[in-house]
T-cell receptor
């Protein structure tokens, strides 16, 4: 069992739909990251959170430490949101990041 | 502001050759990370530095891999000798602090070993 699991692996949506990507982890963490990787390969850090909720534009990230679960939401999705979204956690016992396998999101016009 | 700069963007070489990947972190960042991304294993941390000192190199696959950070503005990841299974995209990232700030990624180096 991977320490970080994302669902779904692939997601196709129509423009304007509300999107949710989930991340579950099995270890104690000090922080959780959501990253975005576009088809060109570049990686952008979207959020880093250790509790509660963060919002940036149409993106919202939440984390429930007790349930070891985080969600990334995209409101009013747009084709330019098409990318791979990666969840990564930093364990409390160490300093390295452990990554999920990513969720491939495709938003059709 | 200039982001994390990696070079080269693409490298194709024959197995057995030495490969050197380069990274310039964002000025002022005191943490630097090297990652590898493959289809099979996804993103993996190879090594990271704090104030130019290697802190955790447990992700380095084997002795053929080495990384240095001679100063705050430059790091290298070297593979010698290279093997086809080293083919991957190698990312460098930097941050102000390991806990409180997000990591900023370079565009990556796509390495193909023939």
């Amino acid at each position: 069992k991977n320490e970080v699991e994302q669902s779904p692996q692939n997601l196709t949506a129509q423009e304007g739909e509300f999107i949710t990507i989930n991340c579950s982890y099995s270890v104690g963490i000090s922080a959780l990251h959501w990253l975005q990787q576009h088809p060109g390969g570049g990686i952008v850090s979207l959020f880093m959170l250790s509790s509660g909720k963060k919002k940036h534009g149409r993106l919202i990230a939440t984390i429930n430490i007790q349930e070891k679960h985080s969600s990334l939401h995209i409101t009013a999705s747009h084709p330019r949101d098409s990318a791979v979204y990666i969840c990564a956690v930093r364990e409390t016992s160490g300093s390295r990041l452990t990554f999920g396998e990513g969720t491939q999101l495709t938003v059709n016009p | 502001d200039a982001g994390v700069i990696q070079s080269p963007r693409h490298e194709v070489t024959e197995m057995g050759q030495e490969v050197t990947l380069r990274c310039k972190p964002i000025s002022g960042h005191d943490y630097l990370f090297w990652y590898r991304q493959t289809m099979m294993r996804g993103l993996e941390l190879l090594i990271y530095f704090n104030n130019n000192v290697p802190i955790d190199d447990s992700g380095m696959p084997e002795d053929r891999f080495s990384a240095k950070m001679p100063n705050a503005s430059f790091s290298t990841l070297k593979i010698q000798p290279s093997e086809p299974r080293d083919s991957a995209v190698y990312f460098c990232a930097s941050s102000f602090s390991i806990g409180g700030q997000p990591q900023h990624f370079g565009d990556g180096t796509r390495l193909s070993i023939l």
